[in-house]
Every structure is written in C-alpha cells, then in structure tokens.
C-alpha cells in the first residue's frame, strides 16, 4: 500500500466513511448470525462497527503488522495471520463471511475467485458472503499507484461468486464509488 493510501485507510475519516456510508448499506436487514469471519481487515475500519455487533468475530489478515495491531485494539475477537484464498479453518464454521473495500487488493482474478470459493467452504449451509468493494476510476487507479489494484467488474461478480458455489446472489452499485454483493450457500 502506498503512504497516501495507508494515511487514509487508517484515519479516523475513512473509519467514519466506513461506519456510516458502506455498512449500513451492505448490512441493513441482513442477519449474519453467530460466527461471523471478516477478510482483509487492513486497519479494521469494520472490524470496530463488527466487534460490537456480532457474538462472535474472527479476523483473518495477510499483513502481519496490521494483524499485530488489531490483536492488541480488539482482545475480544480473534485475528488470524493469513491469507483469504487459503483459510485455515474448517469447513463450514462460520455463519456468515464479510470482506470490505478490500478485494481489489487481491493481486488477480484467480486469486480473488480463490477467496469466493474459501468463502463458500467456510460457511455454514444457509450462511452468507457479503460485502463492498470500490468501484474502478481513473482517479482510483491514480490513487492506488504502486499498490496492487485488481478492480472487481460489478457485472462479472455474480457469476463469478455463483462459480465459487453460492446460489442466491446479488450484487448491486449503490453509489459511483462503491458496489456491495450479498451471496447465500
């Protein structure tokens, strides 16, 4: 990640973004259960709004040092050293997995479907895969300069996750700036 880019995505701003602008879009009427696992947490933005609304948070972050600090801001919910196309959990385990703003830094399409189908295993029949991810411009692509930047193709999205398994999906742009998916096993 580049410094402007890791300035923002730890800020106070962008955590403010987060809380108000793309969660309760994403999970308004969405009920994510017991045992929720959040992928890609970078500077935990979500996982602060999650912490408190779920019984049970599992984090999995590829970042060492970013993993480090969400252990030590959040003692109550777990914070795994990973990676979300190789998750080192057993299938089915989770009622519900969530990922925000964080897919287009998964380095290809082969990966980023590596991760839908991780999803998908972990998941408990009836669980559900949701979240957002920014949509691509030119002034994003700018911004992610010398970072890894993989835009998700909103229209390509649904198939891609009913490839990884998931039956119920919909995916939508609620904003220029950002699309949200909710798909079910």
């Known amino acids: 990640m580049n410094d402007e880019h890791a300035r923002l995505c730890s800020s106070q701003e962008w955590a403010d973004y987060i809380a108000a602008e793309v969660l309760p879009v994403v999970l308004t009427g969405l009920s994510l259960g017991d045992e929720v696992l959040e992928i890609g947490p970078g500077y935990g933005a979500a996982t602060r709004v999650l912490a408190d609304a779920v019984p049970s948070l599992t ?5 060492d040092r970013l993993a480090d600090a969400l252990a ?24 519900a997995v969530v990922c925000f703003t964080m897919l287009h830094h998964v380095d290809s ?25 920014s949509t691509a411009t030119e002034g994003r692509r700018a911004f992610h300069a010398d970072d890894t930047y993989v835009p998700i193709d ?32």
Do not use: K, M, N, Y
């Open 154 to 185: 909103p229209d390509l999205l649904p198939d891609r996750l009913r490839s990884a398994g998931f039956a119920e999906v919909d995916v939508t742009v609620p904003d220029p700036e950002f699309l949200t998916f909710v798909a079910r096993t």
């Open 72 to 95: 030590a801001a959040h003692p109550g919910i777990a914070v795994v050293h990973g990676s979300g196309d190789a998750l080192p959990f057993a299938d089915g385990r989770f009622s």
């Open 109 to 133: 399409p082969s990966r980023q479907d590596a991760l839908f189908a991780q999803a998908h295993r972990v998941l408990c029949p009836g669980g559900v895969f949701a979240g957002s991810d």
């Open 59 to 63: 984090t999995v972050e590829l970042d």
